[in-house]
């Protein structure tokens, strides 16, 4: 499946270019392409791992990559409040907030 580029990503392309091609290279080329985990559980790991650490702006992107790759609304919702208890309720609330607007946007939930 191709993919799009994000519009971050294309933004810092030409201030950042090396950093670009091993984005697209090594994490996107490689790293997502590997075979002992799935999409879908690269997923739950990366958008896990963003609300932890309050990365609302690459939040964003990987909660549409996971709807992509077969994470439901309903797990994304799980996954954010099993973390509140976790990672903290203000890095939860802030990753609801994301994930309830890209849900929305893409009429998912």
Avoid: C
């Avoid at 984005?23 to 999409?39: I, N, Q």
């Avoid at 990987?62 to 954010?80: F, M, Q, Y």
């Amino acid at each position: 499946m191709a993919t799009q580029t994000p519009p971050d990503r294309d933004a810092v392309r030409s201030f950042v270019p090396k950093m670009i091609e091993m984005t697209e290279e090594v994490v996107y080329g490689d790293v997502w392409e590997r075979e002992a985990l799935s999409k879908r559980d690269r997923s739950l790991i990366t958008v896990a791992t963003l609300v932890a650490l309050g990365r609302e702006r690459q939040l964003k992107g990987h909660v549409g990559r996971a709807l992509d790759n077969g994470v439901t609304p309903e797990e994304l919702s799980e996954l954010i409040t099993h973390l509140a208890l976790y990672a903290g309720w203000p890095a939860a609330m802030t990753a609801a907030l994301v994930a309830k607007d890209v849900v929305a946007e893409r009429g998912a939930g």
